[in-house]
């Protein structure tokens, strides 16, 4: 792969006291990114070049740190469930406290298991349920803008769509200026995020006049403000007043962790868990359809299975919570897509303990990455893998692959509190925008995904808008 042929590049398995580390890169990766042939703000071709060279488990140095990359299926399970305990979050995603602060994506216990106890309630089933008919209404006025024969990037309309669907089930809102503001920072943020990751001893230099720096700094002070307004317009609210509102807002600032103190959420928490509610609500399931779409277009045969469906369970009414369950190759178009194109791209780790996976033994504070696009792509798991076949997703097929080969929500108790909801977000957006319009690829420019939090298309993705036609078009 790219210029890094020579087997001395390497090293074997060792033993270092009693330590026993898998083999990996001789030589520090910043040897290797000066010879080009990865960068630090695109690690998806280290883990690609680590899982071709090495398999299963790899290691490499960084920054004085050892760096263990992770390809098996059981040992992900080692690490996400069987000894969660033995880890907390990895550097790189602690710096996302900067932004979310102690949210359900960067804490740690005991402060996140207090934190999703609380949460709990906003995502119960028969509450995301009652989410139904705002997503498939949002979607319904995504799909009234287009007009038959134009051109439209439906990355940037996915991204409209899902900001209007999170603004009305987090906030109750439409897309109101202070909705719009919040896109706008943490966008800004975003856009800084690998600068940021990067950066050495960032904590320490956040008051520095340094321009990235500095811009993340008026982003996050507008986004405190914003959140912090909101919060304080319903604290005047009763808590049964919170709960008839229904959003997911309303919902955290009612809720109480019944098991402990039977105290709610600090203005400070609830800051923290709706920007991580925010973000993830919003970034990955616009990434999500964006690639969805994408891949329909290049798989007509898919396509044509998917509109017939939707043909024939929606017969030209509008998609219900009711017809959600129906939808199952929708479904399983939407997994595939998923699989190929997984928003949450990667996770890490860091033990806090001596930790064994196999024959290998690893000290306290090593940091372990693991890579839901790599696994999702993997040749020993996946017959052609890079094939669009959303048929990889019947119940069958599911059950018979190991449990960490295909997980796109990541797992343990650290696995997305959010999922239910997106599956449904997705499935009903795909169902009701297909009703009344086919979506084909015009390849003004480059597909490429970019690692950032989510994987997103580096540059536009546009399609022509082309009225629902005869199915025999697709098939």
């Known amino acids: 792969m790219r210029d890094f042929e020579r087997e001395d590049d390497y090293v074997a398995a060792a033993t270092l006291g009693e330590w026993r580390l898998p083999p990996g890169l001789k030589r520090a990766l910043p040897y290797y990114a000066l010879r080009k042939w990865v960068s630090f703000g695109e690690p998806i071709p280290l883990f690609e070049h680590l899982h071709q060279v090495f398999g299963r488990i790899a290691h490499y140095r960084f920054m004085g740190s050892t760096i263990v990359f992770v390809n098996d299926p059981a040992w992900i399970e080692e690490i996400l469930v069987n000894q969660s305990a033995s880890f907390v979050r990895e550097r790189t995603l602690k710096r996302m406290k900067i932004l979310l602060g102690e949210g359900l994506i960067t804490s740690d216990d005991p402060i996140h298991l207090r934190q999703r106890r609380i949460a709990a309630p906003a995502?119960?089933?028969?509450r995301i349920a009652g989410y139904a008919g705002q997503i498939v209404d949002s979607a319904k006025a995504a799909a009234d803008r287009w007009n038959a024969g134009?051109?439209?990037?439906?990355?940037?309309?996915?991204?409209?769509?899902?900001?209007?669907?999170?603004?009305?089930?987090?906030?109750?809102?439409?897309?109101?200026?202070?909705?719009?503001?919040?896109?706008?920072e943490v966008n800004t943020i975003m856009g800084l995020y690998n600068f940021l990751v990067a950066f050495p001893r960032l904590e320490r230099v956040l008051h520095w006049p340094i321009p990235g720096v500095m811009?993340?700094?008026?982003?996050?002070?507008?986004?405190?403000?914003?959140?912090?307004?909101?919060?304080?317009?319903?604290?005047?609210?009763?808590?049964?007043?919170?709960?008839?509102?229904?959003?997911?807002?309303?919902?955290?600032?009612?809720?109480?962790?019944?098991?402990?103190t039977g105290a709610g959420m600090s203005d400070t928490q609830l800051r923290d868990e709706v920007l991580t509610i925010f973000l993830a609500g919003y970034e990955t399931v616009a990434n999500a359809l964006t690639w969805t779409w994408y891949l329909l277009s290049q798989n007509p045969e898919a396509a044509g299975r998917m509109y017939a469906e939707v043909d024939q369970v929606l017969g030209g009414g509008v998609a219900t919570m009711q017809s959600y369950p129906q939808l199952k190759y929708t479904e399983m178009v939407?997994?595939?897509?998923?699989?190929?194109y997984p928003p949450a791209w990667a996770m890490g780790r860091q033990s806090t303990r001596t930790v064994e996976l196999g024959p290998y033994r690893?000290?306290?504070?090593?940091?372990?990455?693991?890579?839901?696009?790599?696994?999702?792509?993997?040749?020993?798991?996946?017959?052609?893998?890079?094939?669009?076949?959303?048929?990889r997703h019947t119940p069958e097929a599911k059950a018979a692959r190991p449990r960490f080969v295909y997980f796109p929500f990541g797992g343990g108790n650290r696995?997305?509190?959010g999922e239910s909801f997106a599956w449904m977000e997705g499935v009903l957006s795909l169902a009701t925008i297909a009703q009344r319009w086919r979506l084909h690829f015009v390849p003004k420019h480059p597909v490429v995904a970019q690692a950032r939090i989510t994987l997103r298309p580096e540059f536009p993705m546009t399609m022509r808008v082309e009225s629902a036609g005869n199915q025999s078009d697709y098939l």
Not at 334 to 340: I, K, P, T
């Open 150 to 184: 134009e051109e439209i990037d439906i990355a940037d309309e996915m991204m409209q769509l899902s900001l209007h669907i999170v603004a009305r089930t987090l906030f109750d809102s439409e897309v109101t200026a202070d909705v719009l503001s919040v896109r706008d």
């Open 334 to 340: 939407f997994a595939e897509s998923m699989r190929l």
């Open 362 to 391: 690893f000290p306290s504070d090593t940091h372990f990455f693991i890579s839901q696009y790599i696994m999702h792509r993997s040749p020993e798991f996946w017959d052609d893998p890079l094939a669009f076949r959303p048929e």
């Open 415 to 417: 696995q997305c509190i």
């Open 215 to 260: 811009q993340f700094r008026r982003s996050r002070a507008r986004l405190d403000a914003l959140v912090a307004s909101i919060i304080a317009s319903r604290r005047s609210l009763s808590r049964q007043q919170l709960e008839q509102r229904g959003d997911l807002l309303s919902t955290l600032m009612a809720a109480r962790d019944e098991e402990a």
């Open 123 to 126: 995502f119960h089933r028969q």
